[in-house]
């Protein structure tokens, strides 16, 4: 059965830093492409960033230069590093399997604000 566990989240102030980890399970976490998504009170879920198994990674422009998704395989784990944040960053971020999504997680709440 796949799992898919965010966390890290937390309030944070402009201009500060969070590491969110995604733990997951059920799946051979080694060859799958794994993404980052938010979802902003009253908008669509939207991509964030994407690692493949190799370790080869995509970002959206909104995120691009400030973000940095990482996995390690031995842990089954990805990682999004998140700097410079920005009020318009504040959303539930999730991770899912990218390209064929499984049952989403619970998910990460960050908000972002003085």
């Known amino acids: 059965q796949v799992q898919l566990v965010e966390s890290g989240g937390g309030l944070v102030q402009p201009g500060g830093s969070l590491r969110l980890s995604c733990e997951v399970s059920?799946?051979?976490?080694?060859?799958?492409?794994i993404g980052w998504y938010r979802q902003a009170p009253g908008k669509q879920r939207e991509f964030v960033a994407r690692?493949?198994?190799?370790?080869?990674?995509y970002y959206a422009d909104s995120v691009k230069g400030r973000f940095t998704i990482s996995r390690d395989n031995t842990e089954n784990t990805v990682y999004l590093q998140m700097k410079s944040l920005k009020p318009e960053d504040t959303a539930v971020y999730y991770c899912?399997?990218?390209?064929?999504?499984?049952?989403w997680g619970q998910g990460a709440q960050v908000t972002v604000s003085s």
């Open positions: 899912n399997r990218w390209g064929a999504f499984v049952s």
């Open positions: 690692i493949t198994g190799g370790g080869m990674t």
């Open positions: 059920g799946m051979i976490f080694r060859l799958t492409t």
